[in-house]
């Protein structure tokens, strides 16, 4: 791998996430994403799920002990400049992550606030939606929730783009530092809006709709943005690229399962 810039240590890319059995989303998506950006990509399995492209048929979460030598696994050897968290499954999980980025303090870290799959299948236990809001949602650099995601962490219903901006404002209230609010779930053939915001500033980042059934694009979007911060990028910098790589590697996803569901091709 050539370094991607003059350090002598490449930085590295930390996912804290679940695995996905099926290869589509989860700790594989996010490497497959990393390694696409040729950044090193460390992982820490918090949850394992047994899954394809149809649904989640079995979870299993390994002790928070274990989780945590995965953790100091990475600091203490890699320069780890982005954390990625998507699946932690239980509150317990949540509070084990939440100790460790105090303890380290990346110095980025992104927080895609993964509760129900696609397919429907629970990602997080309902009891620890509070923990993911008082420990893990002030730590984040930026948030990258989707609009059922956003409606659950603000108690409030997000239907129209007028409701994106005022849940963005809710979030900032919440302790968020940045939010990338994902706009793919507003009904409608226009465009698919995301949008990006600091505390003042906010930006449309909009691509055509495309008209599919996929699986693992907000574990991809969040990765991107940590490879892209990697790289150098700024918050909005990458958080932009990342949305054009998803938009991208969905155009050219393919179905390895004998659902209609699409992976993404991670190029
Ligand atoms: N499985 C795991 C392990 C995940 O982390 C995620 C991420 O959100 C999913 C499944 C859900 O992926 P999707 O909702 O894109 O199907």
């Given amino acids: 791998m050539t370094a991607p810039h003059s350090s002598p240590r490449p930085p590295s890319a930390l996912t804290i ?10 700790i594989q998506a996010d490497l497959k994403t990393f390694a696409a950006h040729r950044v090193h990509g460390l992982s820490a399995i918090a949850a394992l799920t047994a899954q394809h492209t149809r649904g989640v048929s079995a979870v299993h979460v390994p002790d928070t002990g274990f989780l945590r030598a995965q953790i100091d696994a990475g600091f203490d050897d890699f320069d780890v400049r982005a954390v990625k968290l998507g699946m932690l499954a ?88 940045a939010v990338l609010l994902k706009g793919g779930h507003l009904p409608g053939d226009g465009d698919v809006v995301d949008l990006f915001a600091q505390p003042g500033s906010v930006r449309e980042i909009a691509h055509p709709r495309l008209q599919v059934d996929a699986h693992g694009t907000g574990c991809t979007l969040a990765s991107a943005v940590a490879a892209n911060l990697c790289l150098g990028r700024s918050l909005q910098e990458a958080s932009v690229a990342a949305a054009d790589y998803v938009h991208d590697a969905l155009r050219l996803g393919y179905r390895p399962g004998r659902s209609e569901v699409l992976v993404l091709d991670h190029f």
């Fill in 90 to 177: 239980t509150a317990e999980v949540i509070v084990a992550v939440a100790d460790a980025l105090e303890h380290y303090r990346p110095q980025y870290t992104v927080l895609d606030p993964v509760m129900v799959a696609t397919s429907g299948a629970r990602l997080l236990e309902p009891s620890a939606l509070h923990a993911l809001r008082t420990r893990l949602l002030p730590l984040a650099s930026v948030i990258t929730p989707n609009l059922p995601e956003a409606e659950l962490l603000l108690g409030a219903s997000i239907a129209d783009r007028d409701a994106m901006h005022r849940a963005i404002d809710g979030l900032f209230a919440l302790g968020a530092h």
């Fill in 17 to 26: 996430a679940g695995s996905d059995s099926g290869g589509g989303a989860g």
